[in-house]
């Protein structure tokens, strides 16, 4: 899968792993944090403001690795949309350019939750970054949940990338597709150490969900989500919410969180918060990754790929595409006539 480094040196960004690529031996500890915070909707440069200042404050606790996700809510009705898609961020573009930065500023490996606008198609997608200020690339949510596949467009292969970074082996998965058993196994088959998965899942059972794929994997589990209230929102006549009787006071939360990280062996080193906006952080012990896969190893000795395997088709899928016709070789001749 290619990556898309900002800048035009030959420095190397940090690759993606092979498939079936092994977990980092090395035992050190790295210190993560999940942001749980509201967007500022619909305004694009106050919400990287608002990011910048999270990161500065986490970056201020020693966190080498962020996980962020702030992201305008999903519309329906084609006025609503239009806004929406006006929010969204072009990527590459200057808000990722933005991120870059910010990311070199404060020295910290940031996974960054966006709405992608692509044309006017919009994805659900994450983003990484390195402390060197380079954008690595991105995953773009593979399968939206039911109404969602009305607002964004679908994923393919080509963006499930985990990173190999000095912290460890890093990838994200968005929401419900972390429900997806095969969608899991093609990021364990990469190594993942330090599964990042942003939702937008507040209930108990999300929980459930977070310490069964640590178990599974054998890796760190980062989900972030938001907090936010009504006054968070457009006010009514701007923005309403579907399926209430009546209006929330300002005061109504309307997503109460639940950020958490959970250890390889389902321990959970911090939160799960509900109690409003906050940094939650840990500081992750990487050899616990091999002392939990003594037991339980999904793509090694506990594999049966003579019974049970997976193929993953991790090229890009476009509905369009042109050969340049000075690349085409000569047509070959044969009796007078050009053949294809």
């Given amino acids: 899968m290619a990556l898309l480094p900002s800048g035009s040196g030959s420095t190397p960004v940090i690759a993606e792993v092979e498939m079936n690529g092994g977990a980092d031996q090395s035992a050190t500890t790295v210190r993560a944090t999940v942001v749980q915070a509201s967007t500022v909707f619909y305004d694009t440069p106050a919400t990287l403001d608002k990011a910048e200042r999270l990161i500065a404050e986490a970056a201020g606790y020693g966190s080498q690795l962020i996980n962020i996700s702030m992201t305008n809510p999903k519309d329906k009705g084609k006025g609503e949309f239009q806004k929406y898609h006006a929010a969204a961020i072009d990527v590459p573009g200057p808000e990722v350019t933005c991120l870059a ?6 020295k910290v490996f940031l996974v960054m939750g966006v709405i992608e606008r692509e044309g006017h198609t919009l994805y659900c997608s994450v983003l990484f970054f390195d402390p060197l200020g380079r954008y690595l690339g991105k995953h ?3 399968m939206p949940t039911a109404l969602e596949r009305i607002i964004w467009g679908f994923g393919d292969g080509s963006t499930i990338p985990v990173y190999d970074t000095p912290l460890g082996k890093i990838g994200a998965l968005i929401c419900w597709e972390n429900k997806m058993p095969l969608l899991r196994t093609a990021l364990y088959g990469k190594g993942i150490e330090i599964y990042c998965a942003p939702t937008a899942d507040s209930r108990p059972v999300w929980q459930a969900s977070m310490t069964h794929i640590a178990l599974e994997g054998g890796c760190f589990v980062l989900s972030a989500n938001q ?5 968070d929102y457009p006010p009514p006549s701007e923005y309403a ?3 209430l009787r009546e209006e929330p006071s300002p005061d109504t939360v309307v997503c109460p969180g639940g950020s958490v990280i959970i250890s390889p062996s389902g321990e959970v080193l911090a939160g799960p918060n509900y109690d409003g906006e906050a940094l939650i952080t840990a500081d992750l012990d990487m050899g616990e990754i091999v002392r939990a896969k003594f037991a339980f190893d999904v793509v090694g000795h506990y594999a049966r790929p003579e019974v049970l395997s997976l193929v993953v088709d991790d090229q890009p899928h476009r509905p369009v595409s042109f050969t340049c016709a000075a690349e085409k070789t000569p047509a070959a001749k044969s009796d007078g006539t050009a053949k294809p």
């Fill in 101 to 106: 930065a910010m990311a070199g500023k404060y």
């Fill in 227 to 231: 907090f936010c209230r009504r006054k």
């Fill in 140 to 142: 773009r949510k593979l």
């Fill in 241 to 243: 919410f579907a399926g």
